[in-house]
């Protein structure tokens, strides 16, 4: 899965999401629900102008985390993907 780190970038930058909208156009309500990785998808420009305006890669805002479970159950070759790894 894909976890969205704007709460905590923001937190290390003592800025509010309010600050972060007005700083990049992004509407409030778009930056609240990423925030509180709300989102299913993201606008690759958002992440862009996010990015710009915090002076940081996206690497600090997004991480992707391993899933429990595995949600894909054959590999690119064909193979059984096991739900106990």
Request: glycine letters at 4%; aromatic letters at 2%; hydrophobic letters at 40%.
């Given at each position: ?50 990015c ?14 391993s ?5 894909i ?13």
């Open positions: 899965m894909v976890r969205i780190l704007l709460s905590t970038k923001l937190g290390e930058l003592r800025m509010t999401q309010a600050d972060l909208s007005r700083l990049t156009g992004i509407r409030p309500n778009t930056i609240n629900e990423m925030y509180h990785e709300l989102v299913e998808r993201v606008n690759l420009e958002h992440l862009d102008l996010i710009e305006a915090l002076e940081c890669e996206l690497s600090d805002i997004m991480v992707r985390v899933n429990k479970e595995p949600k159950n054959h590999t690119r070759t064909g193979f059984l993907i096991s739900p106990d790894k």
